[in-house]
C-alpha cells in the first residue's frame, strides 16, 4: 500500500514536472484547467456545506468531489514529499495541519479571486494558492 502511495506521489511529481515543458501546449479547457477545478471545487463545498445541488447526475457529483479533494491533497502532500526526501526548495511553508476541505476552501477561495487565470494548469493555480495563503519568510 505504501509502496503504491509513493508510486502515486512520484507520477503526480512527473506530471506536474512534464506540464512546465509541455506549457506551450497548456492545460485541456474544462478537464485540467483552473475553470474545471473551480466547478469541481464548488461542488466538493456545496456538498460539505449542505448546499443545492447543481449536477443532477450523482456520478457526476462524485467525479467532481473526487476530482477537487484529491487533486489539492496530491498536490500539498507532493509538495511536502519533494521537500522532505527530496531536498526541493519549499514554494508554501505551512503554519497548520489542513484537512482535504480545508485545502479545497483555500483553493476555491483563491480561484474566485484570480477567474482571469483560470484558463491556466489547476496544479499550478493550487501552487499558487498554497504560497499564497502559506508564503515562505526569508530572513
Known amino acids: 500500500m505504501c509502496r503504491l502511495s509513493l508510486c502515486v506521489l512520484l507520477a503526480l511529481c512527473v ?78 511553508c505551512p503554519t497548520a495541519i489542513l484537512s482535504a476541505g480545508q485545502m479545497a476552501r483555500l483553493v476555491h477561495a483563491y480561484l474566485t479571486d484570480h477567474t482571469d487565470e483560470l484558463e491556466r494548469w489547476d496544479t499550478q493555480l493550487i501552487l499558487e494558492a498554497y504560497a499564497d495563503a502559506y508564503p515562505c519568510r526569508t530572513l
Open 15 to 92: 506530471l506536474i514536472a512534464a506540464g512546465s515543458a509541455t506549457a506551450a501546449q497548456g492545460p485541456t479547457p474544462g478537464v485540467d484547467d483552473g475553470a474545471a477545478l473551480l466547478l469541481e471545487c464548488g461542488t466538493a463545498l456545496r456538498a460539505a456545506d449542505g448546499g443545492a445541488v447543481i449536477e443532477e447526475n450523482p456520478v457526476e457529483r462524485g467525479v467532481h468531489m473526487g476530482q477537487c479533494l484529491g487533486l489539492v491533497s496530491a498536490v500539498w502532500h507532493t509538495h511536502k514529499l519533494m521537500v522532505d526526501a527530496f531536498d526541493s526548495r519549499q514554494a508554501f
